[in-house]
């Protein structure tokens, strides 16, 4: 519900950037020209080309005096930071590609996260919540040049969580200082030597909310590590063992090795090469022009697919041994269309949600109400509504459950009143981009329960978005924590009619195939 938020707060900041003019930016080739041409550029001014001509001159020799100076510097340490102003970069422009041994690389172009790049002799420090990379041409047992411990070269700050542009909410997940030294000392040993990529990133913030550890946590964590094909080692801040537990099929999927508690490991691991913090592109969304082989969304979808099929084909053995009657009654099911109905309690419940279902069957439905819990076992989610032709829910954190639909399904949003920005940007937009048929069905105010407690005129009803302007609180409380759904049939069985007949036709299309394929053994 938080990214609720972010409608005003975004916008606003984009909108600020709109007027952020760099002064340093004209044509490069004109620009001499421009200082000392005789093209009247600067009459128009009022300003004396000769004497500008003059200033130039001289600022240009200054600099060649200087360039030695600037040179000596230790050329064994390059450290690149891009700041926020470069809006002309795309929030995966890789400024990073190519970092040298014993430097950092952090860019800071994008809205949503910072990343930073850290190659050579790297080493963690959880007591400190410090990455130190000490340089490569230096000992690694190393004696510390004032006896004690050595100043860092350069630092860095950064917060690996990908809602950077929430500034309230990202001072609640752990900073890390990201250090880089000449020399190391005896103290600084490794316990653990790591001979592939290290990825770290937090599980703070907004984990615990369905959308969020999707959108935030898993996507990003995908578009961030998925080349590195499994040699990688994930580092988390904020460790959670329920958010092990819930998404350690997804991770096994990403990596080799057991990921890194680093608050509570507190031994010093070396890597060869670190990310520190997660790439993302849009809501629940794969720009796969920013990905390395032109990922898309639908090889997510596949990793999901390898991630939970051997637990979903554990559960179909098990039925099948519990089984044995009805088999004649499902075979027949399988012709027909599956809808699943994900069924929400406490607000923005449909409170006619029987009548639906009774509706749905009439129509030709095989209809499965899903009541998804904090405790419910991602991989039996995952396999009804992988096997779901249809599927309907309320706008809420629940609907990121469409990744688990197969492409080319028929989705079904009901958008209660006062969340038709969020229902469209967070999931219908998003579900678009996977590859199914969306349908976002906005209820009439007499569809609400907000109908029974407000005057018909009443912005509420009529002018939500008048109420939302007052701020996340009247959201919240009104829309969001205050509303049920009782669902107009009439109007809603039209809907429910194009995702059947879609589906009647999905589905015949699929067996004049298979009846062509094996009808073409007969010839």
Request: charged residues 25%; proline residues 5%; hydrophobic residues 35%.
């Given at each position: 519900m938080v990214k609720?938020?972010?409608?005003?707060?975004?916008?606003q900041?984009?909108?600020?950037?709109?007027?952020m003019v760099?002064e340093?930016?004209e044509?490069g080739?004109?620009?001499?020209?421009?200082i000392?041409?005789?093209n009247g550029?600067f009459n128009?001014r009022g300003a004396n080309?000769k004497?500008?001509c003059?200033?130039?001159?001289s600022?240009?020799?200054c600099?060649l005096?200087l360039a030695?100076?600037?040179?000596?510097?230790?050329s064994?340490?390059i450290?690149?930071?891009?700041g926020?102003?470069?809006?002309?970069?795309?929030?995966e422009t890789?400024?990073?590609?190519?970092?040298?041994n014993?430097?950092?690389?952090?860019d800071?172009?994008?809205?949503?996260s910072?990343?930073?790049?850290?190659?050579?002799?790297i080493?963690?420090?959880?007591?400190?919540?410090s990455?130190?990379?000490?340089?490569?041409?230096?000992p690694?047992g190393?004696?510390?040049?004032?006896g004690?411990d050595?100043?860092?070269?350069?630092?860095e700050?950064?917060?690996?969580?990908?809602?950077?542009?929430?500034?309230q909410?990202?001072e609640?997940?752990?900073?890390?200082?990201?250090?880089?030294?000449?020399?190391?000392?005896p103290?600084?040993?490794?316990d653990?030597h790591?001979d592939v990529?290290?990825?770290?990133?937090?599980?703070?913030?907004?984990t615990g909310n369905l959308?969020?550890?999707f959108n935030?946590g898993?996507?990003p964590?995908?578009?961030?590590s998925q080349?590195?094909?499994?040699k990688?080692?994930f580092?988390?801040?904020e460790?959670?063992?329920?958010?092990?537990?819930?998404?350690?099929?997804?991770?096994s999927?990403?990596?080799?090795f057991?990921?890194i508690d680093?608050n509570k490991?507190?031994?010093?691991?070396c890597?060869?090469?670190?990310t520190i913090?997660?790439?993302i592109h849009?809501?629940?969304?794969?720009?796969?022009?920013f990905?390395e082989?032109?990922?898309?969304i639908g090889?997510?979808?596949?990793l999901l697919d390898?991630?939970?099929?051997?637990?979903?084909?554990?559960?179909?053995?098990?039925?099948?041994?519990?089984e044995?009657?009805e088999i004649?009654?499902?075979n027949q099911d399988l012709r027909k269309?599956k809808?699943?109905?994900?069924?929400?309690?406490g607000?923005r419940?449909?409170?006619?949600?029987d009548?639906?279902?009774?509706?749905?069957?009439?129509?030709?439905?095989?209809?499965?109400?899903?009541?998804?819990?904090?405790?419910?076992?991602?991989?039996?989610?995952?396999?009804?509504l992988n096997?779901?032709?249809?599927?309907?829910?309320?706008?809420g954190?629940a609907?990121?459950h469409?990744?688990?639909?197969?492409p080319g399904?028929?989705?079904?949003q009901?958008v209660?009143?006062?969340?038709?920005?969020?229902a469209?940007?967070?999931?219908g937009?998003?579900?678009v981009?996977f590859g199914?048929?969306y349908?976002?069905?906005?209820?009439?105010?007499r569809?609400?329960s907000?109908?029974?407690?407000?005057?018909?005129?009443?912005?509420v009803?009529?002018d939500p978005?008048?109420?939302?302007?007052?701020g996340w609180e009247y959201t919240k409380?009104?829309y969001l924590d205050?509303?049920?759904v009782?669902?107009?049939?009439?109007r809603?069985?039209?809907?429910?009619?194009?995702?059947?007949y879609?589906?009647?036709a999905k589905?015949?299309?699929?067996?004049?195939s298979?009846?062509?394929?094996?009808?073409?053994h007969?010839?």
């Open positions: 609720y938020q972010r409608k005003n707060m975004y916008t900041f984009k909108k600020s950037k709109e007027y760099d340093d930016e044509p080739p004109t620009r001499f020209g421009l000392c041409g005789n550029y128009r080309p004497f500008l003059f200033v130039f001159l600022l240009v020799s600099s005096i030695p100076l600037f040179l000596s510097c230790d064994n340490f450290l690149h930071s891009f926020p102003n470069r809006e002309g970069l795309g929030p890789d400024v990073c590609s190519s970092v040298p014993g430097t950092i690389c952090c800071r172009s994008s809205t949503r910072d990343i930073c790049i850290m190659r050579g002799d080493r963690t420090h959880s007591t400190f919540s990455i130190t990379l000490y340089q490569s041409d230096q690694s190393g004696i510390s040049d004032g004690g050595e100043a860092a070269i350069h630092h700050r950064i917060r690996p969580y990908t809602r950077k542009w929430e500034k909410m990202m609640t997940v752990d900073e890390l200082h990201l250090t880089v030294k000449r020399h190391s000392t103290h600084d040993r490794c653990v790591h990529h290290a990825v770290f990133f937090s599980t703070g913030g907004y959308y969020h550890e935030d898993i996507l964590l995908y578009i961030t080349h590195l094909n499994k990688v080692v580092v988390i801040l460790y959670h063992d329920w958010w092990i537990t819930k998404y350690g099929d997804i991770l999927q990403l990596s080799d057991p990921p680093f490991d507190k031994r010093v691991h890597f060869p090469e670190a913090g997660l790439k849009n809501e629940l969304t794969i720009d796969s022009s990905m082989g032109n990922k898309t090889d997510f979808h596949d390898r991630a939970y099929w051997p637990r979903i084909s554990g559960l179909i053995e098990d039925e099948k041994r519990e044995i009657v004649a009654k499902k269309p809808l699943v109905i994900v069924s929400r309690n607000s419940e449909i409170t006619n949600e009548s639906l279902v009774k509706m749905a069957e009439n129509i030709g439905f095989v209809v499965e109400v899903l009541r998804p819990q904090r405790t419910t076992e991602l991989a039996k989610i995952y396999r009804v096997s779901s032709d249809v599927v309907i829910g309320v706008h954190a609907m990121t469409f990744l688990f639909m197969k399904s028929f989705f079904i009901v209660p009143l006062g969340t038709d920005w969020a469209e940007t967070y999931y937009d998003p579900a981009r199914l048929r349908v976002g069905y906005k209820i009439l105010p569809e609400s907000l109908y029974e407690r407000y005057s018909r005129n009443d912005p009803l009529v978005d008048s109420v939302n302007r007052k409380r009104i205050g509303q049920n009782r669902l107009d049939l009439g809603f069985r039209k809907k429910l009619l194009r995702g059947y879609y589906s009647v589905k015949n299309g699929r067996l004049r298979k009846v062509a394929v094996t009808n073409s007969l010839y």
